[in-house]
């Protein structure tokens, strides 16, 4: 069948991560890989403290990752995620395919080469017609006094 492209964000038991970083995390890559998918971009996100306890933690570690699978192997995979202990919570979105290499290199921490370079320049302008603007809406005033 076809197959897309998911995020994924992971929330991982921030006690096991803290022990076995590239084991826990790993376990991801492992689920996709073993489904037949393939890893776009794999990292932490953040680890800080949950809003409310999760199965009785109170930290957790987010994991985000962008995978291509076949759409028929996500039933696979969430089942695979709801079994491992190192998962507190998990959510996949599919995206559009249009935006797909925008959001996997602002992931790696790169600037897309498709966007809009020539920003300064543009806000220079929007300054400058502001500027215009203002002095024309001071000769209005004047000329109405």
Not at 12 to 31: E, M, T
Not at 79 to 99: G, T, W
Request: aromatic letters at 10%.
């Amino acid at each position: 069948m076809a197959a897309y492209v998911y995020e994924g964000m992971f929330i991982l038991d921030s006690n096991r991560y803290g022990k076995d970083p590239s084991g826990v995390a790993g376990k991801i890559d492992a689920l996709v890989q073993q489904l037949g998918g393939e890893i776009l971009v794999s990292r932490m996100w953040a680890e800080q403290r949950l809003a409310y306890p999760i199965n009785g933690h109170r930290r957790g570690t987010y994991w985000l990752t962008y995978f291509r699978l076949d759409s028929l192997k996500v039933d696979e995979l969430n089942y695979a995620c709801n079994i491992n202990d190192d998962m507190l919570r998990f959510l996949f979105i599919k995206h559009d395919p249009r935006i797909v290499d925008m959001l996997v290199a602002h992931a790696e921490g790169h600037e897309f080469a498709g966007g809009d370079d020539d920003s300064d320049d543009s806000a220079a302008d929007t300054e400058e017609d502001d500027d215009a603007v203002s002095e024309d809406e001071e000769e209005t005033v004047e000329a109405s006094e």
